[in-house]
């Protein structure tokens, strides 16, 4: 409890400025009532006139002001709507001789807090009034503030503060409707940023959002003040510009402001890279509102997105006809899962020096009923951006189990199921591969989960990894050396194999860097304690070079296509059916276009024991084709 002694000197320190406005005829009296002490200590500034008060508030904020409606320049409700219009930060009482409630009324709409009669003033009714008026004046300021936050918050994004896609629409309308009568055209931009995704997962979403912001700094930058720009969720902008003149000025436009954002950034310490893919639409021509513009603004940047990103393009009509295929992909995938249209194949896995089959790759097949084969190429991103893939995954790792663990002669070959990361997002991923292998009946290290290198670099993937990895399921990382290839990266990977990509793989038989590049992975990867495997070996020279360097496990056309489930059985179960490689010339032979029989052939375990490794040469004229003859 605080004594009196405190309390008085609390209300010593309290202090309240008071600006008074009148004549000289109630200066004193004013004076002396207000610096009666009554637990504030008011410290007056006294004017004539409310221009000398509105000079003051100028210099110096006051906590209230006193007005006299009588001051000599005129009637004073005049002079309170001046002083009120130019103070609205601060709470008014007026005093008057007149007393009735028409001229109170008047004092109240014209922004006074409370008015107060000379003749009846006392110190204490004044003391308390003025109180009075500044707490209501607080409560109003407080609630204004929070009526305005909660408009901002409303037609505004809280993390980049710029406009959302409500205010942006209703601002477009407006403009679209000028333009008209104008007959004026203004160009909508649609920016979709290239490589966020990684940002988030490689140094997290603390960065990402320093990132957004810094965007949205330089779309500001970019964009004039009477044009429009938004963002719209996620990684997504929008910009609109007015008066356009020809179709190439937003196109330059747009890549002026996509070079700006291809700029590095440089947050927290880290420096990050991305991009943008840009898509235009211009009115009236590309749309007669503003969801019909902004859609084929959002079309042309999906044909960017899908044809190679990090640029700017103007819509057309025959983009329509993609978005029209893209939706009947869409709805047929879906259709596709549920009706048993996609089928798997399995890409065998060899090792060299032990001369078989130690697993398959999982490859996913959509035989369309109109459209026939149609690739993954064309259907696995439409899965992603449709939000299906997390279903399509699950059905291809349960229907790769199910079917490895029919294998009658490969009962220890591991079986391989690319993993997108959508799947990885879910929830309960492990659970679910677990759920899946129990059900299944498989043994748990026959399933080899596949990501891709950028994948695995996001901190959730390497928590799920490393989750699988303790329950006993293997990892492989797909591609290695086309993605963020790092020492640091290599650390933090707790994985079982990488497979090299095809790149690394056709120019080490032919270049000598990478032929060094490749001899690095091998030993990296060997002192890490993980398998390696090449993907893509084509060619005997290929392979030659592979097993030189010590890397027995590939995958490639080489070897087999991928084939259906049951071929796999007939493969394992009979070692010279599959495994013969076309004994043409080495540096000329490429996969045969169609299944054919090929009249000279050597088995893979007559190749293997020749031994191509240790820098041995083989001359195939004097060691393969004697082995035909056999």
């Given at each position: 409890m605080a004594t009196d002694e405190e309390s008085d000197l609390a209300r010593e320190d309290t202090r309240s400025l008071i600006l008074?406005?009148?004549?000289?005829?109630?200066?004193?009296?004013?004076?002396?009532?207000?610096?009666?002490?009554?637990?504030?200590?008011?410290?007056?500034?006294?004017?004539?006139?409310?221009?000398?008060?509105?000079?003051?508030?100028?210099?110096?904020?006051?906590?209230?002001?006193?007005?006299?409606?009588?001051?000599?320049?005129?009637?004073?409700?005049?002079?309170?709507l001046r002083a009120s219009a130019a103070t609205r930060a601060v709470p008014v009482v007026v005093l008057t001789y007149q007393r009735d409630v028409a001229t109170a009324l008047k004092a109240a709409r014209a922004g006074a807090q409370d008015y107060l009669t000379k003749g009846e003033v006392t110190p204490d009714l004044l003391s308390r009034t003025l109180h009075?008026?500044?707490?209501?004046?607080?409560?109003?300021?407080?609630?204004?503030?929070?009526?305005?936050?909660?408009?901002?918050?409303?037609?505004?994004?809280?993390?980049?503060?710029?406009?959302?896609?409500?205010?942006?629409?209703?601002?477009?309308?407006?403009?679209?409707?000028?333009?008209?009568?104008?007959?004026?055209?203004?160009?909508?931009?649609?920016?979709?940023?290239?490589?966020?995704?990684?940002?988030?997962?490689?140094?997290?979403?603390?960065?990402?959002?320093?990132?957004?912001?810094?965007?949205?700094?330089?779309?500001?930058?970019?964009?004039?003040?009477?044009?429009?720009?938004?963002?719209?969720?996620?990684?997504?902008?929008?910009?609109?510009?007015?008066?356009?003149?020809?179709?190439?000025?937003?196109?330059?436009?747009?890549?002026?402001?996509?070079?700006?954002?291809?700029?590095?950034?440089?947050?927290?310490?880290?420096?990050?890279?991305?991009?943008a893919s840009v898509g235009i639409a211009i009115f009236p021509q590309h749309g007669a509102n503003p969801d019909q513009l902004i859609q084929?603004?959002?079309?042309?940047?999906?044909?960017?997105?899908?044809?190679?990103?990090?640029?700017?393009?103007?819509?057309?009509?025959?983009?329509?006809?993609?978005?029209?295929?893209?939706?009947?992909?869409?709805?047929?995938?879906?259709?596709?899962?549920?009706?048993?249209?996609?089928?798997?194949?399995?890409?065998?896995?060899?090792?060299?020096?032990?001369?078989?089959i130690v697993g398959v790759e999982t490859l996913v097949r959509w035989h369309h009923p109109s459209r026939g084969l149609v690739s993954p190429g064309e259907f696995i991103e439409v899965a992603e951006e449709a939000g299906v893939m997390v279903q399509l995954g699950e059905w291809v790792l349960r229907t790769a189990c199910e079917d490895a663990s029919r294998w009658r002669n490969l009962r220890d070959a591991r079986v391989a199921v690319n993993i997108s990361g959508r799947q990885l997002d879910a929830p309960n991923f492990s659970e679910r591969v677990m759920r899946i292998l129990e059900e299944t009946g498989l043994p748990v290290s026959r399933l080899e989960i596949e990501l891709t290198e950028s994948l695995a670099a996001s901190d959730s993937a390497l928590r799920v990894v490393a989750d699988l990895r303790s329950r006993g399921v293997r990892v492989a990382i797909d591609d290695f050396g086309t993605g963020?290839?790092?020492?640091?990266?290599?650390?933090?990977?707790?994985?079982?194999?990488?497979?090299?990509?095809?790149?690394?793989v056709r120019g080490a038989a032919q270049t000598d860097p990478d032929r060094v590049i490749l001899e690095a992975m091998i030993h990296i990867a060997r002192g890490l304690g993980m398998d390696i495997l090449a993907e893509g070996v084509e060619t005997l020279d290929e392979m030659r070079a592979l097993l030189e360097r010590g890397c027995t496990q590939m995958q490639g056309y080489l070897f087999a296509k991928p084939v259906e489930r049951m071929r796999i059985d007939q493969y394992a179960a009979d070692p010279e059916a599959g495994w013969r490689i076309p004994l043409v010339d080495p540096d000329s032979w490429r996969p045969p276009a169609r299944e054919e029989p090929v009249k000279r052939e050597a088995t893979f375990r007559q190749i293997g024991r020749l031994g191509f490794r240790s820098g041995a040469t083989v001359d195939p004229d004097e060691h393969l084709y004697p082995a035909l003859k056999e």
């Open positions: 008074v406005v009148e004549d000289d005829l109630t200066a004193n009296r004013l004076d002396e009532m207000l610096r009666r002490p009554d637990g504030t200590r008011w410290e007056i500034t006294r004017v004539l006139r409310v221009e000398e008060a509105l000079l003051k508030l100028q210099e110096k904020l006051c906590d209230a002001m006193l007005i006299d409606l009588s001051v000599h320049e005129g009637y004073g409700l005049d002079s309170l009075h008026a500044m707490e209501r004046h607080r409560i109003l300021q407080d609630l204004t503030d929070a009526q305005q936050r909660q408009r901002f918050l409303a037609t505004h994004d809280s993390l980049t503060e710029l406009p959302n896609r409500y205010w942006f629409m209703e601002q477009l309308r407006m403009q679209m409707s000028a333009a008209d009568r104008q007959g004026r055209q203004l160009a909508v931009m649609f920016f979709d940023l290239d490589g966020f995704k990684a940002v988030n997962d490689n140094f997290g979403h603390a960065v990402g959002d320093e990132l957004l912001i810094d965007v949205a700094r330089r779309l500001r930058k970019c964009i004039r003040k009477c044009d429009l720009v938004a963002r719209i969720g996620g990684d997504e902008f929008l910009a609109a510009i007015q008066d356009v003149k020809s179709e190439e000025a937003p196109m330059q436009v747009a890549d002026q402001i996509r070079r700006e954002l291809e700029k590095p950034y440089h947050i927290e310490g880290n420096e990050c890279w991305i991009s084929s603004a959002d079309t042309a940047m999906y044909e960017v997105k899908s044809s190679g990103k990090n640029r700017v393009s103007l819509f057309n009509s025959e983009m329509n006809d993609k978005v029209v295929e893209r939706f009947d992909l869409v709805n047929g995938l879906r259709e596709a899962i549920r009706s048993g249209q996609l089928t798997l194949m399995y890409q065998p896995q060899v090792d060299a020096a032990l001369e078989e963020y290839s790092s020492m640091t990266l290599l650390k933090r990977l707790n994985v079982d194999v990488l497979k090299v990509d095809q790149s690394f």
